[in-house]
């Protein structure tokens, strides 16, 4: 139902695109994020936002590099990576969320998400 693509191996500074594409009965009108887990530690949050496309949220470490969007017409959710550093080699997930009112203050948390893809493995190099 949720289908993670564009992962791969770039040089530092570089760029990449991750896809997310989006299917079967997950509610459009919910929200999306991408987490990812570096080696040795826990998934982190790192964007996302609610349908709407307003206030995308992004964590300290990515922001200013990285910019969620989305293709509601293609069902898809991607995320621009912008100077890449290798501290950012990790799998990157995406995950989804049913409407729920407390998107503001759970939207960092792996528990407010209901469906989650595989992960792409992103590999920064220096």
């Known amino acids: 139902q949720l289908q993670a693509s564009g992962g791969g191996l770039v040089q530092a500074g570089g760029s990449l695109r991750l896809s997310c594409l989006v299917s079967g009965r997950i509610f459009s009108s919910g929200s999306i994020a991408w987490f990812r887990q570096r080696p040795g530690t826990e998934r982190e949050f790192i964007a996302g936002m609610i349908w709407t496309g307003d206030r995308p949220m992004y964590a300290d470490s990515v922001k200013g590099r990285f910019t969620i969007s989305r293709d509601n017409v293609e069902k898809t959710r991607y995320l621009e990576m912008n100077s890449l550093k290798p501290e950012d080699t990790a799998v990157y997930y995406c995950?989804?969320?049913?409407?729920?009112?407390?998107?503001?203050?759970?939207?960092?948390?792996?528990?407010?998400?209901?469906?989650w893809g595989q992960g792409t493995q992103v590999t920064v190099s220096s």
């Open positions: 995950a989804a969320a049913r409407p729920k009112t407390s998107y503001y203050r759970d939207y960092a948390n792996m528990g407010f998400y209901d469906y």
